[in-house]
Protein backbone atom coordinates (compact mmCIF):
# COMPACT_ATOMS: atom_id res chain seq x y z
CA UNK A 1 0.00 0.00 0.00
CA UNK A 2 0.87 3.48 -0.79
CA UNK A 3 3.54 4.96 2.28
CA UNK A 4 1.71 8.30 2.21
CA UNK A 5 -2.28 6.87 3.49
CA UNK A 6 -0.61 4.37 5.49
CA UNK A 7 -0.43 3.84 9.72
CA UNK A 8 3.02 2.69 10.32
CA UNK A 9 1.94 -0.54 12.24
CA UNK A 10 0.70 -2.05 9.48
CA UNK A 11 0.50 -5.63 11.52
CA UNK A 12 -2.78 -4.25 13.32
CA UNK A 13 -4.41 -3.28 9.85
CA UNK A 14 -7.75 -4.75 9.27
CA UNK A 15 -8.15 -3.35 5.57
CA UNK A 16 -5.84 -2.09 3.43
CA UNK A 17 -6.75 0.09 0.75
CA UNK A 18 -4.00 1.29 -1.96
CA UNK A 19 -4.84 3.46 -5.35
CA UNK A 20 -8.33 2.86 -5.28
CA UNK A 21 -10.00 3.83 -9.01
CA UNK A 22 -13.57 3.29 -10.14
CA UNK A 23 -14.84 4.78 -13.17
CA UNK A 24 -18.22 4.77 -14.24
CA UNK A 25 -18.58 5.13 -18.56
CA UNK A 26 -21.03 7.13 -20.39
CA UNK A 27 -22.14 5.66 -23.39
CA UNK A 28 -23.45 7.80 -26.43
CA UNK A 29 -23.95 7.34 -30.29
CA UNK A 30 -25.90 4.60 -32.21
CA UNK A 31 -22.97 1.92 -30.57
CA UNK A 32 -23.28 2.93 -27.58
CA UNK A 33 -19.29 3.48 -27.27
CA UNK A 34 -17.96 4.93 -24.19
CA UNK A 35 -17.49 8.31 -24.68
CA UNK A 36 -16.44 9.62 -21.03
CA UNK A 37 -15.85 8.23 -17.58
CA UNK A 38 -17.09 9.68 -14.63
CA UNK A 39 -14.11 9.23 -11.95
CA UNK A 40 -16.29 8.95 -8.71
CA UNK A 41 -13.24 7.57 -7.38
CA UNK A 42 -9.55 8.17 -8.68
CA UNK A 43 -6.69 6.64 -6.33
CA UNK A 44 -7.57 6.52 -2.74
CA UNK A 45 -5.50 5.39 -0.20
CA UNK A 46 -5.97 4.42 3.28
CA UNK A 47 -5.83 1.85 5.76
CA UNK A 48 -8.17 1.35 9.05
CA UNK A 49 -6.90 -0.64 12.48
CA UNK A 50 -8.53 -3.77 14.12
CA UNK A 51 -11.68 -2.02 16.23
CA UNK A 52 -11.09 1.43 15.25
CA UNK A 53 -13.88 3.77 13.12
CA UNK A 54 -12.69 5.77 10.29
CA UNK A 55 -14.89 8.24 9.45
CA UNK A 56 -15.19 9.17 5.68
CA UNK A 57 -16.64 12.45 4.97
CA UNK A 58 -17.31 14.79 2.12
CA UNK A 59 -19.95 17.03 -0.06
CA UNK A 60 -22.26 14.28 -1.82
CA UNK A 61 -20.97 13.37 -5.28
CA UNK A 62 -17.35 13.40 -3.56
CA UNK A 63 -16.90 9.26 -4.15
CA UNK A 64 -17.25 8.67 -0.25
CA UNK A 65 -19.86 5.95 -0.68
CA UNK A 66 -19.04 4.51 -4.13
CA UNK A 67 -15.49 3.97 -2.04
CA UNK A 68 -17.06 1.77 0.41
CA UNK A 69 -19.07 0.01 -1.93
CA UNK A 70 -16.17 -1.19 -3.98
CA UNK A 71 -13.78 -2.11 -1.47
CA UNK A 72 -16.14 -4.73 -0.69
CA UNK A 73 -16.54 -5.40 -4.62
CA UNK A 74 -20.43 -4.06 -4.40
CA UNK A 75 -19.39 -2.07 -7.66
CA UNK A 76 -16.31 -4.08 -9.88
CA UNK A 77 -13.08 -1.43 -9.55
CA UNK A 78 -11.25 0.07 -12.26
CA UNK A 79 -7.89 0.23 -10.20
CA UNK A 80 -6.18 0.22 -7.44
CA UNK A 81 -5.98 -3.25 -4.74
CA UNK A 82 -7.67 -3.87 -1.07
CA UNK A 83 -6.45 -6.17 1.23
CA UNK A 84 -8.63 -7.35 4.18
CA UNK A 85 -7.10 -9.42 6.66
CA UNK A 86 -4.13 -10.29 4.51
CA UNK A 87 -6.45 -11.29 1.58
CA UNK A 88 -6.19 -9.50 -1.90
CA UNK A 89 -10.02 -8.72 -2.23
CA UNK A 90 -9.79 -7.79 -5.86
CA UNK A 91 -7.95 -10.76 -6.90
CA UNK A 92 -10.14 -13.45 -5.10
CA UNK A 93 -12.42 -15.82 -7.27
CA UNK A 94 -16.13 -15.90 -6.59
CA UNK A 95 -16.07 -19.05 -4.06
CA UNK A 96 -13.24 -17.07 -1.77
CA UNK A 97 -15.26 -13.85 -2.62
CA UNK A 98 -18.41 -15.36 -0.83
CA UNK A 99 -16.58 -16.60 2.22
CA UNK A 100 -14.66 -12.93 2.70
CA UNK A 101 -18.13 -11.65 2.36
CA UNK A 102 -19.16 -13.51 5.83
CA UNK A 103 -16.78 -11.42 7.78
CA UNK A 104 -17.47 -7.87 5.31
CA UNK A 105 -20.82 -6.40 6.13
CA UNK A 106 -22.75 -2.88 4.84
CA UNK A 107 -25.58 -1.11 6.49
CA UNK A 108 -27.34 0.70 3.67
CA UNK A 109 -27.95 5.03 3.75
CA UNK A 110 -31.88 4.32 3.43
CA UNK A 111 -33.50 1.95 6.00
CA UNK A 112 -36.63 1.64 3.72
CA UNK A 113 -35.61 0.46 0.35
CA UNK A 114 -32.58 -1.80 1.54
CA UNK A 115 -35.16 -4.15 3.29
CA UNK A 116 -37.82 -6.58 0.80
CA UNK A 117 -41.56 -6.01 1.99
CA UNK A 118 -42.42 -9.29 0.94
CA UNK A 119 -40.54 -11.12 3.86
CA UNK A 120 -40.44 -11.16 7.32
CA UNK A 121 -37.93 -9.05 9.31
CA UNK A 122 -36.70 -12.45 10.55
CA UNK A 123 -36.58 -14.10 7.17
CA UNK A 124 -34.27 -10.80 6.35
CA UNK A 125 -31.91 -11.08 8.93
CA UNK A 126 -31.69 -14.90 8.55
CA UNK A 127 -31.05 -14.49 4.91
CA UNK A 128 -27.01 -14.27 5.50
CA UNK A 129 -27.00 -17.55 7.28
CA UNK A 130 -29.26 -19.08 4.64
CA UNK A 131 -26.97 -18.26 1.81
CA UNK A 132 -23.50 -19.15 3.41
CA UNK A 133 -25.18 -22.41 5.29
CA UNK A 134 -24.33 -21.91 8.78
CA UNK A 135 -26.41 -23.64 11.53
CA UNK A 136 -29.60 -25.49 11.69
CA UNK A 137 -32.94 -23.86 11.06
CA UNK A 138 -33.37 -23.83 14.47
CA UNK A 139 -30.30 -22.08 15.51
CA UNK A 140 -30.85 -19.42 12.72
CA UNK A 141 -34.13 -18.88 14.25
CA UNK A 142 -32.14 -18.60 17.65
CA UNK A 143 -29.87 -15.99 16.50
CA UNK A 144 -31.98 -14.17 14.37
CA UNK A 145 -33.82 -13.26 18.09
CA UNK A 146 -30.36 -12.86 19.75
CA UNK A 147 -29.61 -10.58 17.35
CA UNK A 148 -32.72 -8.38 17.40
CA UNK A 149 -32.84 -8.05 21.06
CA UNK A 150 -29.15 -6.77 20.72
CA UNK A 151 -29.78 -3.64 18.45
CA UNK A 152 -33.24 -2.98 20.91
CA UNK A 153 -36.06 -4.98 19.36
CA UNK A 154 -37.99 -7.33 20.28
CA UNK A 155 -37.35 -10.95 19.16
CA UNK A 156 -41.30 -11.79 18.93
CA UNK A 157 -40.86 -8.97 16.20
CA UNK A 158 -39.14 -11.12 13.49
CA UNK A 159 -42.73 -12.62 11.91
CA UNK A 160 -43.26 -9.14 11.24
CA UNK A 161 -43.10 -7.35 7.93
CA UNK A 162 -40.93 -4.10 7.16
CA UNK A 163 -43.94 -1.76 6.83
CA UNK A 164 -45.20 -2.59 10.21
CA UNK A 165 -41.90 0.01 12.26
CA UNK A 166 -40.80 3.08 11.88
CA UNK A 167 -37.73 4.07 10.13
CA UNK A 168 -35.28 4.23 13.16
CA UNK A 169 -36.22 0.40 13.71
CA UNK A 170 -35.75 -0.73 10.18
CA UNK A 171 -32.39 0.88 10.31
CA UNK A 172 -31.67 -1.27 13.79
CA UNK A 173 -33.05 -4.14 11.38
CA UNK A 174 -30.54 -3.38 9.34
CA UNK A 175 -27.62 -3.30 11.86
CA UNK A 176 -28.88 -6.88 12.95
CA UNK A 177 -28.96 -8.49 9.60
CA UNK A 178 -24.91 -7.05 9.72
CA UNK A 179 -24.59 -8.02 13.11
CA UNK A 180 -26.17 -11.71 12.62
CA UNK A 181 -22.93 -13.08 10.35
CA UNK A 182 -20.45 -11.87 13.04
CA UNK A 183 -18.57 -10.09 10.46
CA UNK A 184 -14.75 -8.22 11.52
CA UNK A 185 -15.80 -5.30 9.30
CA UNK A 186 -18.62 -3.36 8.68
CA UNK A 187 -19.11 -0.40 6.14
CA UNK A 188 -21.68 2.36 7.69
CA UNK A 189 -22.97 3.86 4.97
CA UNK A 190 -24.31 6.96 5.78
CA UNK A 191 -26.86 4.61 8.60
CA UNK A 192 -28.41 7.77 10.42
CA UNK A 193 -28.57 10.30 7.97
CA UNK A 194 -32.44 9.74 6.55
CA UNK A 195 -33.40 9.35 10.16
CA UNK A 196 -34.83 12.29 12.68
CA UNK A 197 -32.59 14.16 15.09
CA UNK A 198 -33.10 12.48 17.89
CA UNK A 199 -32.68 8.85 16.52
CA UNK A 200 -29.83 9.55 15.02
CA UNK A 201 -27.54 10.03 18.64
CA UNK A 202 -29.91 6.25 19.73
CA UNK A 203 -28.71 4.95 16.01
CA UNK A 204 -24.78 6.28 17.09
CA UNK A 205 -24.65 5.07 20.57
CA UNK A 206 -26.09 1.60 19.64
CA UNK A 207 -23.33 1.26 16.97
CA UNK A 208 -20.44 2.31 19.69
CA UNK A 209 -22.28 -0.21 22.31
CA UNK A 210 -21.86 -3.22 19.63
CA UNK A 211 -18.69 -1.89 17.98
CA UNK A 212 -16.86 -2.35 22.23
CA UNK A 213 -19.01 -5.97 22.33
CA UNK A 214 -18.43 -7.50 19.07
CA UNK A 215 -14.80 -5.92 18.27
CA UNK A 216 -15.74 -4.83 15.21
CA UNK A 217 -14.23 -2.54 13.04
CA UNK A 218 -16.37 0.45 11.12
CA UNK A 219 -15.89 2.29 8.17
CA UNK A 220 -18.44 5.03 8.71
CA UNK A 221 -19.47 7.24 5.91
CA UNK A 222 -21.14 10.30 6.36
CA UNK A 223 -22.09 14.04 5.25
CA UNK A 224 -22.69 15.22 8.42
CA UNK A 225 -19.34 16.56 10.36
CA UNK A 226 -20.85 16.43 13.94
CA UNK A 227 -22.04 12.75 13.24
CA UNK A 228 -18.43 11.90 12.30
CA UNK A 229 -17.02 13.88 15.42
CA UNK A 230 -18.94 11.64 17.43
CA UNK A 231 -18.21 8.42 16.32
CA UNK A 232 -14.88 8.20 14.74
CA UNK A 233 -11.07 7.91 16.22
CA UNK A 234 -9.69 9.26 12.30
CA UNK A 235 -11.53 11.13 9.83
CA UNK A 236 -10.73 10.89 6.07
CA UNK A 237 -11.83 14.24 4.23
CA UNK A 238 -12.96 13.68 0.18
CA UNK A 239 -13.22 15.73 -1.94
CA UNK A 240 -14.29 15.06 -6.05
CA UNK A 241 -13.32 11.32 -5.94
CA UNK A 242 -9.80 11.86 -3.85
CA UNK A 243 -8.34 11.76 0.00
CA UNK A 244 -7.88 15.36 0.72
CA UNK A 245 -6.93 14.83 4.54
CA UNK A 246 -6.90 12.08 6.82
CA UNK A 247 -5.89 12.54 10.41
CA UNK A 248 -6.93 11.53 14.20
CA UNK A 249 -9.88 12.92 15.05
CA UNK A 250 -8.82 15.43 17.41
CA UNK A 251 -5.98 16.75 15.82
CA UNK A 252 -8.03 17.01 12.14
CA UNK A 253 -11.00 19.09 14.17
CA UNK A 254 -8.23 21.20 16.29
CA UNK A 255 -5.57 21.72 13.34
CA UNK A 256 -7.09 21.30 9.71
CA UNK A 257 -4.48 21.14 7.09
CA UNK A 258 -6.29 21.07 3.85
CA UNK A 259 -9.30 24.92 3.40
CA UNK A 260 -12.02 22.17 2.62
CA UNK A 261 -12.00 20.98 5.48
CA UNK A 262 -11.57 23.83 7.65
CA UNK A 263 -14.60 25.22 5.28
CA UNK A 264 -16.41 22.25 6.26
CA UNK A 265 -15.43 22.62 10.19
CA UNK A 266 -16.85 25.83 9.79
CA UNK A 267 -20.10 25.01 8.87
CA UNK A 268 -20.65 22.94 12.29
CA UNK A 269 -23.39 24.61 14.60
CA UNK A 270 -21.67 25.53 18.29
CA UNK A 271 -24.67 24.92 20.86
CA UNK A 272 -23.97 28.03 22.37
CA UNK A 273 -25.22 31.29 21.76
CA UNK A 274 -22.46 33.26 23.15
CA UNK A 275 -19.87 32.17 20.49
CA UNK A 276 -19.43 32.67 17.20
CA UNK A 277 -17.28 30.91 14.41
CA UNK A 278 -15.76 32.37 11.98
CA UNK A 279 -18.22 30.71 8.83
CA UNK A 280 -16.80 29.85 5.51
CA UNK A 281 -19.05 29.91 2.59
CA UNK A 282 -17.00 28.44 -0.32
CA UNK A 283 -17.84 30.21 -3.89
CA UNK A 284 -18.67 28.25 -7.08
CA UNK A 285 -19.74 25.13 -7.98
CA UNK A 286 -18.53 21.43 -7.39
CA UNK A 287 -16.71 20.74 -10.69
CA UNK A 288 -17.89 18.10 -12.58
CA UNK A 289 -15.98 14.53 -12.15
CA UNK A 290 -16.14 13.94 -15.89
CA UNK A 291 -13.77 16.53 -16.52
CA UNK A 292 -12.16 17.62 -12.82
CA UNK A 293 -9.83 20.83 -12.82
CA UNK A 294 -6.13 20.49 -13.75
CA UNK A 295 -3.75 20.82 -10.37
CA UNK A 296 -5.48 20.54 -7.09
CA UNK A 297 -9.39 19.58 -8.21
CA UNK A 298 -9.91 22.12 -5.12
CA UNK A 299 -8.19 24.69 -6.82
CA UNK A 300 -11.67 26.85 -8.22
CA UNK A 301 -13.37 27.38 -5.30
CA UNK A 302 -10.03 27.84 -2.75
CA UNK A 303 -8.62 31.12 -1.33
CA UNK A 304 -5.40 30.22 -0.72
CA UNK A 305 -5.08 28.76 -5.14
CA UNK A 306 -1.90 30.08 -6.74
CA UNK A 307 -0.38 29.40 -9.87
CA UNK A 308 1.25 26.00 -8.69
CA UNK A 309 -2.37 25.05 -7.27
CA UNK A 310 -3.67 25.04 -11.21
CA UNK A 311 -0.76 23.19 -12.05
CA UNK A 312 0.58 21.03 -9.81
CA UNK A 313 -1.72 18.09 -8.08
CA UNK A 314 -0.46 18.33 -4.89
CA UNK A 315 1.10 15.23 -3.14
CA UNK A 316 -0.64 13.31 -0.10
CA UNK A 317 1.51 13.81 2.40
CA UNK A 318 2.24 13.70 6.21
CA UNK A 319 1.86 16.90 7.46
CA UNK A 320 2.23 16.18 11.00
CA UNK A 321 2.65 13.22 13.14
CA UNK A 322 -0.34 10.51 11.71
CA UNK A 323 -1.65 14.20 10.04
CA UNK A 324 -2.20 13.81 6.18
CA UNK A 325 -2.88 16.36 3.66
CA UNK A 326 -2.82 16.98 -0.17
CA UNK A 327 -2.42 20.68 -0.46
CA UNK A 328 0.35 23.14 -1.18
CA UNK A 329 0.05 25.54 1.32
CA UNK A 330 -1.30 23.60 4.25
CA UNK A 331 0.68 25.72 6.78
CA UNK A 332 -1.60 28.74 5.49
CA UNK A 333 -4.90 27.04 6.42
CA UNK A 334 -5.85 28.94 9.35
CA UNK A 335 -4.79 32.20 8.07
CA UNK A 336 -7.32 34.51 7.88
CA UNK A 337 -9.23 34.85 4.90
CA UNK A 338 -8.67 38.17 2.47
CA UNK A 339 -11.41 40.34 2.13
CA UNK A 340 -12.16 40.38 -1.21
CA UNK A 341 -10.75 38.40 -4.66
CA UNK A 342 -11.05 34.95 -2.69
CA UNK A 343 -12.95 32.06 -3.91
CA UNK A 344 -14.95 31.95 -0.22
CA UNK A 345 -16.03 34.63 1.51
CA UNK A 346 -16.99 34.97 5.61
CA UNK A 347 -20.91 34.97 6.67
Known amino acids: MTASAQPKQSKDMLIEVDNLVKYFPIKGGLLR ?29 CGKTTTGRTILRLEQPTGGKVIFDGKDVFAAPSSQLKALRRDMQIIFQDPYSSLDPRVTIGESIAEGLVIHNLGSPKERVAKVRQMLAKVGLHPSHMQRFPHEFSGGQRQRIGIARALVMEPKLIVCDEPVSALDVSIQSQVLNLLRRLQGEFGLTYLFIAHNLSVVEHISDRVGVMYLGKLVELADREDLFRDPKHPYTRALISAIPIPDPTIRRERIILQGDVPSPVNPPSGCRFHPRCWLARDICRQVDPPFEEKASGHWAACHFSDKVEEPLPKSGAAATLA
Do not use: C, N
Not at 35 to 54: M, Y
Open 33 to 61: RTIAQVKAVDGVSFAVRRGETLGLVGESG
